[in-house]
């Protein structure tokens, strides 16, 4: 009996499941090489809902689109003025700032999400946790975070688009999520979230690589595991430039 | 257009204007080559100006202050213009210096004190370098002006270093002089070195004039010789310590510098030289008074991220 009934109760998730809508998703490229031409890139994110049962809702669906990097760990300091000279004075450490954090939606995020699901799921410059280790008051905190977050984007390292997502016949949605030459290695997530009243009702994501390629991962490897020949090496090289420039010098 | 030009470099992880580094490298190569100094000076500022990663710009400015003083050290040792023995306690000063200096140079980032540091002795140096230098190219052109012959200085190593105890003779410097004083020469450039990027003929070149009292006819080439193993040292550092130098954007760097330094030679020859060491005093004013203004002017930005590289 009592198997029964646990077995109707699965029955019946199962069933609450395939009411809710479903994301199918693909990547214009799952891998981004860096080579020595790279100059930044475009990633297209792009997919389709699976309403339940085919029935396309009158309402355009809410959606957000996030490409996040590895995190690390990274200090943020301020300068003051110390006889004169501006020198820096106070510094916080953020045990877990993304290197790269982009984030696409089809209206601003205040207006597309509640406070909660925002601040669950990470979704807008905002709401992202850093984890600040640094002990200070909120208040501190708050500034020398949103001093971060306007450095990463000026350096295009973050990236808000408030209407970045486009739909098309409430089915297809796209984002084009610009990517700079100065972007981290390592690996990336894209999310994709379908809204509705404020709320997540469905997920999904798909990973992305982002990785020297060729002459780049070469000449990296290289300067990482054998860092004594590789610094042998530059000076030799640029011994032999300067006497080979020399001799050409002499001779005209 | 762009794109033949764009270059991604693998140790300062970004892309640049591959034309804007080596005319960079140019610009900075023929100063050298016209004045006879390295220009690490310059090079360093500019490519942090330009948004190199600071110790990345600093390790492979040093790299490429090598390749710019081996042509130069070359030519004066054939001309037998060096002081091997003199230069040989110099490099072991500026071994000890470099490494010292390495170690300052993380303590100093740690401290989140580097840029400011780099900024001030910069100030500093520069400053008073480029004074001191202005000042004698217009007493000398006012005496020349006059009519009258230029007051030869005495060459009188400074009374501090001749109270030093181990007095060694340097015949081809003309000097019998303490061991220590161009040891200690040597370690004070070896730090600058590898905290700045800079050969340190700026400084190396006036403190062997006026505080060794060396010969002028060695002072430039014993420099050069020096500046070339510093420089070297403080590349394998970086290289073994951080892993900051960047071998394509030294490579840059050289191609333009090493043509930049020929044509600077050249363009040496046809100047007078109280003309040319006139222009170099107030370029390294102009360096020194841009870096002073950076320093006191209220930042547009009062925030700064520091990352494992940065």
């Known amino acids: 009996m009592r198997v029964l009934l646990a077995l109707l109760m699965l029955l019946a998730g199962a069933a609450a499941a395939a009411q809710q809508p479903r994301l199918v998703t693909d990547l214009s490229q799952s891998r981004i090489d860096i080579s020595y ?3 930044g890139a475009e990633l297209l994110i792009f997919g389709a809902i699976q309403y339940p049962g085919g029935v396309v809702p009158e309402e355009p669906p809410g959606i ?19 006889a004169g000279i501006w020198v820096n004075t106070q510094a916080l450490r953020f045990e877990s700032a993304p290197g790269f954090y982009a984030v696409a939606t089809t209206k601003p995020v205040t207006d597309l999400l509640d406070e909660r ?15 600040p280790a640094t002990a200070a008051g909120p208040e501190t905190t708050g500034r020398f975070q949103q001093g971060m977050v306007k450095l990463r984007v000026n350096e295009g390292l973050f990236v808000e688009q408030p209407y970045g997502v486009q739909v098309t016949d409430r089915i297809l949605y796209r984002a084009r999520i610009p990517i700079p030459s100065a972007v981290p290695v390592g690996n990336y997530q894209a999310e994709i979230y379908l809204i509705d009243g404020g709320r997540v009702r469905a997920r999904s994501t798909s990973p992305v690589i982002i990785d020297k390629t060729g002459f780049e991962r070469s000449i990296f490897v290289f300067a990482q595991d054998h860092s004594f020949f590789y610094g042998l090496f530059a000076v030799t090289l640029a011994v032999a430039m300067g006497l080979l420039a020399g001799r050409i010098g002499r001779r005209g | 257009m762009g794109c033949f030009v764009d270059l991604y470099l693998p140790i300062a992880e970004m892309s640049v204007n591959a034309l804007v580094i080596i005319g960079l490298g140019a610009l900075v190569g023929f100063l050298s080559g016209m004045f006879g100094v390295g220009g690490g000076f310059l090079t360093t500022p500019l490519l942090i100006f330009y948004g190199i990663p600071p110790a990345v710009a600093v390790a492979s400015s040093a790299t490429q202050v090598t390749g710019t003083s081996v042509s130069g050290a070359y030519s004066y040792f054939r001309r037998g213009q060096i002081d091997l023995k003199m230069g040989a306690v110099l490099v072991a000063g500026g071994m000890l210096g470099s490494v010292l200096g390495s170690f300052l140079f993380r303590w100093l980032k740690s401290l989140g004190q580097i840029d400011v540091t780099i900024a001030i002795i910069y100030v500093l140096f520069l400053g008073t370098v480029g004074t001191l230098m202005l000042k004698e190219v217009l007493t000398t052109m006012k005496a020349q002006r006059s009519g009258q012959a230029p007051a030869r200085r005495g060459r009188r190593h400074h009374p501090l270093v001749a109270a030093l105890p181990l007095k060694m003779r340097f015949p081809r410097s003309g000097v019998y002089i303490s061991v ?6 040597g370690a004070g450039v070896g730090v600058l070195t590898v905290i700045m990027g800079v050969g340190g003929g700026f400084i190396m070149v006036p403190a062997m004039l006026y505080l060794l009292g060396m ?14 193993f510093v420089t070297a040292v403080a590349t394998l550092l970086h290289a073994t310590q951080s892993q900051t130098v960047d071998i394509l954007l030294a490579i840059l760097l050289l191609l333009g510098g090493v043509a930049g330094a020929q044509l600077g030679a050249r363009a040496a020859q046809r100047l007078p030289a109280e003309k040319l060491r006139l222009f170099l005093a107030l370029l390294v004013l102009a360096v020194a008074i841009r870096l002073a203004i950076g320093l006191t002017w209220t930042p547009r930005e009062l925030f700064s991220i520091q990352t494992a590289l940065a």
């Open chain 1, 117 to 131: 699901n925002a601040a669950i799921y990470e979704i807008g410059l905002n709401h992202l946790q850093l984890s």
């Open chain 1, 37 to 39: 031409r790279f100059a």
């Open chain 2, 180 to 185: 220590l004083a161009p040891f200690l020469v």
């Open chain 2, 215 to 228: 010969a002028a006819g060695v002072v430039v080439g014993t420099s050069l010789f020096q500046i070339l």
């Open chain 1, 64 to 82: 957000a689109v996030v490409l996040r990097g590895p995190v690390e760990p990274v200090t943020v300091r301020k300068k003051a003025r110390i």
